[in-house]
């Protein structure tokens, strides 16, 4: 390990230098998610100097741009969503990389035409026949493009390599994912598809590891022994702004639980694996899903709740409508868009350890957080003190938007007599490291082109997560929800979530 060049000794690190040359072809290249997030964060590269000179892009999409207009209209759009100014010098370079390919994803004679481009561009930039493709488009077309970049030699592996980043939803179902997955089998090796969830991409997400697993004051008492319950929770102000159609058909489940719910409880509850190589990480985070223990059908009707949002008042956002009012929503949709839910994981470490999960749209805050409560000290010490309550100790890690951790303890209040308050450790990455322009991909699309999986989903995970919420699935597909909208925008959910915790003898932490 290698000090920073901080020249402080508290920071070490490996050195990084830039990815493997490739070019990478982004399916939906004009569209939101590449303009908002994939192309800043690849130019947060080549800014950090861990793009190759071996680069380029190039953009798919069904409207006729060609390389100039593609060039204008990122140029016109990107630098919006950066986080600090454009570098005129290093633009120029990231943009004379831009390159554009009109296709229909359904036509078979556009993928042959796209591999002679693909050849044309990995000429120029001298980048070898290396070719990473980012499916940035809505998931009716995965299985149609990775079919058709078999059939036109793209995905053989007989000169360079060749990977495929698959954007979520990845099935819609377990059947679905299975299907999925089957399909592209056929066509692409396991090594070679790169699941992506964009929570993994978040520096504190990926903190989770080292923190447990690089100080020894914390795994000892990471466990039933210690930990009283985990509190998992996933926040958002904002309704469906542009995506009615996709989100009145998906729902706060599908959308959000076996993804970004269960990556960071998988994170959270699994064993130490025997490296940090990617199959052994994805091997402990498998046997976490496999852990859970099943919901059956009475269960969901008290375990799980959903909930869906109506009008409301929101901080900083005023007046909002409620979600059978936002466009392209059905008026009367029975889509939830609030989901909180207790699980088990049935092993050694979480036996009868609760975690409670949820996630919302039009809630007064943005937050995704991980609380750790841990089990109340015994009070015997205390009983002939005016101490009369001993609060449990702790652990937040903050996610979003603030990245952090914090730990919460008891401690003497100074003067005479015995009183006691609770005071707060916390660490911020902005004030200690630093902050730095990221839109959370950076890191994933880094590793995907140095052929790092260890942040992406495997197969057996996503059908492992689906297996979990499909009883959920089922009973919400057979019993239509009662009374929608259950709870006001700008508040924190319907009242059935905290009578979920309550039943228990807990509460919600206050965001």
Sequence with gaps: MAEAGTGSPDIVQTPRGPAAPCVLVIFGGSGDLAQRKLIPALYNLAEEGLLPEQFAIVGVGSTDLGDEGYRERIGDTVPRHLTKACDPERWRWFS????????????????EALARRLEEVAETFHTGPSFLFYLATPPTFFQTIIEHLGAA?????????RRVIIEKPFGRDLDSARELNAAIGEIL?????????????KETVQNILVFRFANGIFEPIWNRFYVDHVQITVAETVGVETR???????????????????????????????????????????????????????????RVIRGQYGAGEI?????????????????????????????????????????????????PRRVTEIAIQFKRAPYVLFRDTPVHHLPPNQLLIRIAPEEGISLRFGAKVPGPGLRMGNVEMDFAYADHFGSSPATGYETLLYDAMNGDATLFQRADSVELGWSVIQPILDVWGALPPRAFPNYAAGTWGPWEADELLGRDGRAWRKC
């Design 96 to 111: 004379e990389r831009l390159h554009y390919v009109q296709a229909d994803f359904g036509d078979g004679e556009a993928y």
């Design 153 to 161: 030699g793209l995905t053989r592996q007989d000169r360079g390599w």
């Design 189 to 201: 090796d396991e090594d070679q598809i790169y699941r992506i969830d964009h929570y993994l991409g």
């Design 315 to 363: 901080e900083g956002l005023g007046e909002v409508p409620g979600y059978r009012g936002e466009s392209e929503v059905d008026p009367a949709s029975a889509t939830e868009t609030h989901v909180a839910m207790k699980l088990l994981v049935d092993n050694w470490r979480w036996a009868d350890v609760p975690f409670y999960l949820r996630t919302g749209k039009r809630m």
């Design 244 to 302: 009615g159609r996709y989100y009145d058909r998906a729902g706060a489940l599908r959308d959000m639980v076996p993804n970004h719910l269960f990556q960071l409880l998988s994170l959270i509850a699994m064993e130490p694996p025997n490296s940090f190589d990617a199959n052994a990480v994805r091997d402990e985070k498998a046997k976490i899903l496999q852990g859970i223990q099943p919901i059956g059908q009475e269960q969901v009707l008290h």
